[in-house]
Each structure stands twice: as structure tokens, then as C-alpha cells.
């Protein structure tokens, strides 16, 4: 049997819409993944201190302010420097479509704006995290 | 409201109805849907008719605008004496570029000004602080001194025009600036008006922009509560807030009953600290979401109005002002969609009108583009141009409550009350509001309520025009904002001049004496008022009160 895909969301910095948050991490948990939600006024450092811990497969980070291409790339450049390589990072909030290439480039792998429906999430996860 | 007899007659000649023709043609020919609901889950019927309305009695519980219970109206001229205010919600960047959207909204019609803080100055840090970082300027202007409100509000009128600030944590704080930059432009106290926020209880329950623990809060907000009618009475110390709840996930049921209680929650706080009742209620305003479900949304602002004229009576209320509930509403940001942007213009028109026709004071619009970032100026003035056209085109404004007497109206607005109840309740069981928020009732309720939704519109059971169904594959174009690039920079640098160049001995002395008077149970209004005055700055002031009053934190559920 397959072990079950560790996934951390995490709020980073001070926006507190954390609406989106709680229904993806609801939706990874009704779809068989083992969530951890780190709650609202994560820093990087936080972040990824936890997802070490919680040895995840995934890091969702959510943000609706528009601070997203600061604070996500926090996260991915902090994970590049402690050589961090095999957890998969994706973005989800009030994204303009200009960014998303540049957020791409960062390494964030998938950006979900709204409208998403929570399976696609569902699928991206399953088919790109390696078990 | 109709005699016992013809209404027997009336509920007679219904029951036929469903059953020899309703029932029949839908035999053959199915309704679109298994069961038809709202929003708020409630089951709607076919058809109303007076049987539905059966107890109302018309005096008691209908009546007539600006008399009680208010249902109708809070004036007895409503939107025939004068229309809304106009208030575009607004703020981004710097105070520069914020002041020069003022001018622009203002320009092309606007009546009422709102501003929208950026992260930094809604956890009352300066915007150089390091928690900052990425943040300025991004969903709402940053200002970080008494400096930065001078520049907000710069060649405008603030003795002839309201302003309304959604500012919470910090409210006391930023209310003090605008004060003192009303003071030194000479500006006579009893001429300004506007509203703060101040609503900390809707931040725990939903929007989540909190600094200090329930009781400190709350000990702020009756302070500007007594400081308000006592020294600027044009002001609304508080608007309590429906919005943000709504928006994070819950019904339109649950926004009526959670705000509700909030409200009565603050009353009793300030009614504990020894405050006249008639004195503060008439500076109580509120804040309303209008989302998709246009009669629902109607119901709900009705009821709202008959609820509060009510418990403010139970809770001792003399004065027929102090029953008026006076809100504002801003259309739903949540039901907006990134997909295909420009049809969210009719979404915003439809929610609009369920607020002026739910007898709204002042009324937000959103742009078209919200869902994908701060509106751009073409999307804001068409937004504003949408309140226009409704009040000067669209005739709805002709008469007083033009849907009071709906059967399904009425209904709907009576099942509103009732269930508003059932949850006043339950929050009673459970201690009241504070130890109900502890123990995360109101979080689960609105994030079950939120999850549901999405649900809804994953299984395509609710649809979203756009998002999954009538979707195109066409790119999405639309402009969106730029904001100056130099603006941190400059506010940066201001911050840094400021602090070298007051006069630090002055701001040393009141920030002492703001930080005894903390530790006991005075009123800090006037203490800030001289820290603000003197030029220290947010962060200072804020840093002051989160090193006496500790800080909040919440248990994170999902």
C-alpha cells in the first residue's frame, strides 16, 4: 500500500483570508492525504521549518493580499538554500495572470487562482508528487 | 393582517392549486430542479400567498419607515429624501497615489469616502517593520503617521465629506490621526463625520486582522464609544461587520445572526463600563455583504432592522434613534470570478439593487476586475457608474420599500428572524460571544458553511456562469493596476526623516504617559490624541499597547 501524501498549507504573512485554505485543506483531506495546517502569519522561516518536520510532500501557501510574489519565492528560495528538492510547493489566492509565468520560474509548480475547483488540486498533487 | 376566514378560504383554494394543476402539469412536465433553496439553505416554495404571512400583524411587525420596528425604513423618507452615500471602498500604495483615486472618485461622482489600509497599518505596524515585508501598500494604502494622513487627505474637504475606515485593531490609533489632521487645518470637531470599523469581534470570527486578546479590545472600543458622543459626535465609533464573515464562507443567515449578536455583545460592554445607552447606540452603525441570492439579500436587511430596533429595546433604549440601524453594504467580493471579468459588472448590478432596495444608507460597488487584483480606474468607474444609473435611471428609488407586502418577502424576512434567533441561542448555551469564539464555534460554522459551497459548485450542483458552465477558452484581457514602483521607497525615507526630525523629547513624554495610563482603566482616547499629535508614529503608539495588552492568538481549525 501506498504511503500517504503529506501536504502543509501554510498562510504566510499577515493576510488572514484563510477561506481558500480551509476548504483546500479539507478537500486534500476528504481525498485521503494527511493535512497540516499551520494556521494564519506564517513566516518562511516557519514555513519550511515545519515542513521539514512534518516531512511533507507538498507546501500549499495561500494568499489573497497580493504580497504573493514576495512571500511565495520567500519559501522556494529558503527551500533552495537548504537543498531542499523533493517537496512540491504550489500557490493559490488573487493572482493576476501576468505573474503566474513569473512565479512558475521561482519554482512554484502549480498556481490556482479562483474558480479552481478542488479536484483539479486533487489531481495536480497525485499525478506530480513521486511515490 | 387578513381576517381568519378569507384566509381559510385563501389556503383552501391553494391546496387545490398544488394539487389539480401544480401537480398535475408536473407530472408530465418536471420542475428544473429535485428542491429549490437559497443561500442560506432555507427551501423555497412555489408560490407565497397571504396564508404564508398568516401572523403578521401590520402594525407590529410591518409598519411604517422611520417608525418602529423600522422594518420598512430607518427615515420616513428613505431613498425619495436622499439617496445613499456613494462610497468607493479604496486604497493602495502610498497616501500620494491613494489621495490621487480620492480625487478621481470624487470627480466622477462619488459621495462618500472609504479607505482600505494595506496589511502593515491593520496589524498597526510601520511599513518599515520587518513582519512588512512584501506587504506595502498591496490591498490598501499604508500609513504609518499622522505625516502619511495629512498626504491622504490632502486638498480634500473632510469637513463636508464622510469618511469611513476599515481599520480595526488599531482603530483608536488611526481615528486619532484623522482627528488631529482635522485639527491642524483648523477644522471645527463637530464638523467632521465618518465611521471607523472597530468591530474586533467580526476579526476573530472571520477577517482575522487581530492584535490584542477580547478583553483589551474590547476595552479600546468602548473608549472611542465614550470619547465619540462625547467629543465628536458626527462620528460612528463602530460599524459592525456582516461582510467579512459573509465573505469568509458563511450564509446570509449566519451574517444576520453573527453580527446581530456582536452588536448586542458591544452594547452590554459599554452598558457594563457605566455609558448611557441613548447616549452611544445612535453612533452604532453596521456593515452588510450583498451576495447573489437578490431576495434573500432583501430579507436580510429587513429583518436586520426589525431585530435591532427590538433588542435595542429590551436592552434598555429610549430614544427612537438609538433602535435605527443605520449600515452600509458592499457587494460580495467572493462571488466575483477571474472568468470572464467584464460579466461581473451584471453580478455587482444585481447585488446592488438588493441593497438599495433592502434600504441601504451607503453602498460600495465592486469592479469587474477584484478577483484578479486592486481595481484598475476604468473598473472603478464603472462600478460607481452601476450606483448611478440605479438611482437616476432605474425608478426604483420612487417609492419607500417597494417590495414590503411580497408575500414571499415577508416570509422570507420572518424565517430570517426566526432562525437569527435559533442562533442567539445557541451562543447563550454556549457562554456568550467571546467564550463561543474561544471555543471556535462561529470558525467551524462559517468554514462548514463555506466548504458546502464550494462543493456545491465543484458537483456542479450550484452553477457559476463563467467558472462552470457557459465557460469560453478566451484569454482573459483586461488591464490591471500598476502602482508605483517608487511609492516604498518614498514612505520609507518619510518614516525615517520623521523620527530624526520631531521632537523626540515630546514624543518620549506622551508615549510614557500613554503607557501608565494602559495599565489602568482610564480612557485612552485623549493619551493617543497627544501621541499622534506629537508625530509618533502607528507602530510606536501600537508597539506601546502590544507590550502592556499581549496579543491574540486563534486555534488554527479547518
Known amino acids: 500500500m501506498n504511503k500517504k501524501i503529506r501536504i502543509l498549507i501554510a498562510k504566510p504573512g499577515l493576510d488572514g483570508h484563510d477561506r481558500g485554505a480551509k476548504i483546500v485543506a479539507r478537500s486534500l483531506r476528504n481525498a485521503g492525504m494527511e493535512v497540516i495546517y499551520t494556521g494564519l502569519h506564517q513566516t518562511a522561516e516557519m514555513i519550511v521549518e515545519t515542513a521539514i518536520q512534518e516531512d511533507v510532500d507538498v507546501i500549499g501557501l495561500s494568499l489573497l493580499s497580493g504580497a504573493h510574489m514576495t512571500l511565495f519565492t520567500d519559501v522556494t528560495k529558503l527551500l533552495k538554500k537548504k537543498k531542499i528538492e523533493d517537496i512540491i510547493v504550489l500557490g493559490g489566492g488573487i493572482i493576476p495572470e501576468q505573474d503566474i509565468p513569473k512565479l512558475k520560474k521561482e519554482g512554484i509548480s502549480g498556481v490556482f487562482g479562483p474558480g479552481t475547483r478542488t479536484e483539479e488540486i486533487v489531481e495536480f498533487i497525485n499525478k506530480n508528487v513521486k511515490k | 393582517m387578513y381576517d381568519k376566514q378569507k384566509l381559510e378560504s385563501i389556503k383552501k383554494k391553494e391546496n387545490e392549486w398544488q394539487k389539480n394543476k401544480y401537480k398535475k402539469i408536473t407530472k408530465n412536465h418536471p420542475e428544473r430542479k429535485e428542491s429549490f433553496e437559497n443561500l442560506s439553505g432555507i427551501g423555497i416554495k412555489n408560490i407565497y400567498n397571504p396564508w404564508d404571512n398568516k401572523d403578521l400583524e401590520f402594525f407590529k411587525d410591518i409598519g411604517f419607515p422611520g417608525e418602529y420596528p423600522f422594518l420598512r425604513g430607518i427615515h420616513a423618507t428613505m431613498h425619495r429624501g436622499r439617496l445613499w452615500t456613494m462610497r468607493q471602498f479604496a486604497g493602495f500604495g ?97 464638523l467632521i463625520g465618518g465611521t471607523i470599523q472597530n468591530d474586533i469581534l467580526k476579526e476573530y470570527i472571520a477577517q482575522k486582522s487581530f492584535i490584542f486578546p477580547p478583553e483589551p479590545s474590547m476595552k479600546l472600543i468602548v473608549d472611542t464609544f465614550e470619547y465619540g458622543f462625547k467629543e465628536i459626535p458626527r462620528w460612528n465609533t463602530i460599524s459592525i461587520s456582516g461582510y467579512h464573515i459573509r465573505e469568509a464562507g458563511s450564509t446570509a443567515t449566519q451574517e444576520l445572526a453573527f453580527t446581530l449578536g456582536d452588536g448586542i455583545e458591544y452594547v452590554k460592554a459599554a452598558k457594563e463600563r457605566g455609558l448611557e445607552i441613548d447616549k452611544f447606540a445612535p453612533r452604532l452603525s453596521f456593515f452588510f455583504n450583498a451576495h447573489n441570492d437578490f431576495f434573500e439579500e432583501i430579507a436580510k436587511y429587513r429583518a436586520a432592522r426589525r431585530i435591532w430596533a427590538k433588542e435595542m429595546k429590551k436592552l434598555g433604549a429610549k430614544k427612537d434613534r438609538s433602535l435605527l440601524m443605520r449600515f452600509h453594504t458592499q457587494t460580495a467580493g467572493c462571488a466575483l470570478t477571474a472568468q470572464q471579468p467584464e460579466i461581473n459588472i451584471v453580478r455587482v448590478t444585481l447585488q446592488a439593487l438588493s441593497a438599495i432596495l433592502g434600504g441601504t444608507q451607503s453602498l460600495h460597488t465592486n469592479s469587474m476586475d477584484e478577483a484578479l487584483a486592486l481595481p484598475s480606474e476604468k473598473a472603478v468607474r464603472i462600478a460607481l457608474r452601476t450606483q448611478q444609473i440605479i438611482a437616476e435611471e432605474s425608478g426604483i428609488t420612487n417609492t419607500i420599500d417597494p417590495l414590503g407586502g411580497s408575500y414571499y418577502i415577508e416570509w422570507l424576512t420572518d424565517k430570517m428572524e426566526e432562525e437569527t434567533y435559533n442562533y442567539f441561542d445557541k451562543v447563550e448555551k454556549l457562554g456568550g460571544v467571546i467564550p463561543a469564539i474561544e471555543k471556535g464555534f462561529f470558525q467551524r460554522e462559517i468554514a462548514e458553511s463555506a ?33 508605483d514602483e517608487k511609492g516604498e521607497h518614498r514612505q520609507i525615507n518619510r518614516l525615517k526623516k520623521l523620527r530624526k526630525e520631531r521632537n523626540n523629547q515630546k514624543v518620549e513624554k506622551h508615549l510614557h504617559r500613554l503607557k501608565k495610563a494602559a495599565k489602568g482603566s482610564e480612557n485612552l482616547m485623549p493619551y493617543i490624541l497627544d501621541c499622534i499629535r506629537s508625530y509618533a508614529t502607528l507602530g510606536e503608539t501600537c508597539g506601546l499597547l502590544r507590550e502592556i495588552y499581549g496579543e491574540y492568538e486563534e486555534p488554527a481549525i479547518y
Open chain 2, 451 to 483: 466548504y458546502k459551497y464550494q462543493k456545491e459548485i465543484d458537483t456542479n450542483k450550484r452553477k457559476i456562469v463563467g467558472v462552470n458552465d457557459y465557460i469560453t477558452d478566451d484569454e482573459i484581457s483586461i488591464p490591471i493596476l500598476k502602482m
Open chain 2, 94 to 190: 502610498s497616501a500620494e497615489e491613494t489621495n490621487k483615486r480620492y480625487k478621481y472618485l470624487l470627480k466622477h461622482g462619488e459621495t462618500g469616502l472609504s479607505v482600505a489600509f494595506d496589511y502593515p497599518t491593520l496589524y498597526g505596524y510601520d511599513s518599515d517593520h520587518p513582519l512588512a515585508r512584501g506587504e506595502f501598500g498591496k490591498c490598501g494604502v499604508a500609513i504609518s503617521s499622522l505625516k502619511d494622513m495629512e498626504i491622504l487627505f490632502d486638498g480634500i474637504h473632510v469637513d463636508e465629506i464622510t469618511t469611513s475606515m476599515t481599520i480595526n485593531g488599531p482603530a483608536a490609533i488611526i481615528w486619532a490621526m484623522y482627528i488631529a489632521n482635522a485639527e491642524n487645518r483648523g477644522i471645527n470637531r463637530n
